[in-house]
T-cell receptor, first 112, second 112 residues
Framework: EAQVTQNPRYLITVTGKKLTVTCSQNMNHEYMSWYRQDPGLGLRQIYYSMNVEVTDKGDVPEGYKVSRKEKRNFPLILESPSPNQTSLYFC???????????FGPGTRLTVT | QKEVEQNSGPLSVPEGAIASLNCTYSDRGSQSFFWYRQYSGKSPELIMFIYSNGDKEDGRFTAQLNKASQYVSLLIRDSQPSDSATYLCAVNPGGSQGNLIFGKGTKLSVKP
């Protein structure tokens, strides 16, 4: 089944404790992206990747890191999480940056 | 700042009616346009995409694009209660950028 998977689905952590949210797709997509969704603010792009080893900042990259060492994986790293990073996070992938994107199930992160 | 604007709603329509969802965007050079449906607590699901001026139909859904007016809309014919969800408009500015800009969404409620 073609899909985008994320892990963990739910995470509660404390301020400053490094964490990684994994994202994997099995559709051989070139393009992958991370978003956060907050009430009243909608979906905002954090980082995106056009291809392996190519990443770029979206609209809200502060406090996040990404890497794209393999085509299928695009982990999101929070080196020192803070409470303002409490949010619902979505990974997405697509054939190109201009085309449709397919979303993972989401990761609900709470930072206390 | 590139923006995508949607009426937040809620938009309430009776079952069987046509629901009309609207979206405007600020970047005149935008190249691709998408409509996503998001049920509460779930990830966005692609419904329609449109690249050229005019109408594009898929089942009960019709996307309409007017680049001169910087306007894209989604019509849902024969609305069903299962169509009740938040509908997100997304725009890709194109060019060398890989970011997708989302509107904040319109909440649709279809009453039986």
């Amino acid at each position: 089944e073609a899909q985008v998977t994320q892990n963990p689905r739910y995470l509660i952590t404390v301020t400053g404790k490094k964490l990684t949210v994994t994202c994997s797709q099995n559709m051989n997509h070139e393009y992958m992206s991370w978003y956060r969704q907050d009430p009243g603010l909608g979906l905002r792009q954090i980082y995106y990747s056009m291809n392996v080893e190519v990443t770029d900042k979206g609209d809200v990259p502060e406090g996040y890191k990404v890497s794209r060492k393999e085509k299928r994986n695009f982990p999101l790293i929070l080196e020192s999480p803070s409470p303002n990073q409490t949010s619902l996070y979505f990974c997405a992938s697509g054939w190109t940056s201009l085309g449709e994107q397919y979303f993972g199930p989401g990761t609900r992160l709470t930072v206390t | 700042q590139k923006e995508v604007e949607q009426n937040s709603g809620p938009l309430s329509v009776p079952e069987g009616a046509i629901a009309s969802l609207n979206c405007t965007y600020s970047d005149r050079g935008s190249q691709s346009f998408f409509w996503y449906r998001q049920y509460s607590g779930k990830s966005p699901e692609l419904i329609m995409f449109i690249y050229s001026n005019g109408d594009k139909e898929d089942g009960r859904f019709t996307a309409q694009l007017n680049k001169a007016s910087q306007y894209v809309s989604l019509l849902i014919r024969d609305s069903q209660p299962s169509d009740s969800a938040t509908y997100l408009c997304a725009v890709n500015p194109g060019g060398s950028q890989g970011n997708l800009i989302f509107g904040k969404g319109t909440k649709l409620s279809v009453k039986p």
